[in-house]
């Protein structure tokens, strides 16, 4: 006799998310090149594994979300990428961390529904994993960040390195202070999901 299916069960449902953005943020910002184009210039962030034991000790998970227009133009190699993305992954399990999910968006078109600051990463990414929007953060380094969390319903954090308006919720200077940041804002947002409120 067939059985009638198990509603499909996913362990992040609900969850808050932290979103970050990849360069600048997870890894050194590529400059002076605009592109981090070989996996040897990819140089993770200390303060980045810090924010990611704040994600973690917050009961939330941690999803990257990257523009990567170089791959459509040929400057970036998939395989590189990968390579990349490989080593972020294995590092953060190496450390107990866990990256949940990590969404490139290919195109160079601006205005790609994937395209930061557009925010169809943040979108897809709930969708796969059920993720709660309302509760979650997004913290990036350009302001195309901002906007992509902030159309996502998610509220933003902006590392900010040099003096410029953005309307980001929270504004820091400085990564070393992110993971401080974060525990911060998901203490908040626990706060305000709480189901008394
Ligand atoms: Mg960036």
Redesign the pocket.
Known sequence: MATKPHPEQCETEGRVCVFF?????VNR?PDPERYVTRFEAFQLLPAFWQALSAVREAGAVAVVVTNQRGLATGLVASSELERMHQHLVESAAERGLEILDILVCPFDDDQHPWRKPQPGMLLEAARRHRLDLARSWMV???ES?VLAGRQAGCRTVRLLRREEPSEADVVIRDEANLAETLRQCLAEGALKGAPNE
């Open positions: 953005d990849r360069d600048g943020v910002a990036g380094d350009q960040d």
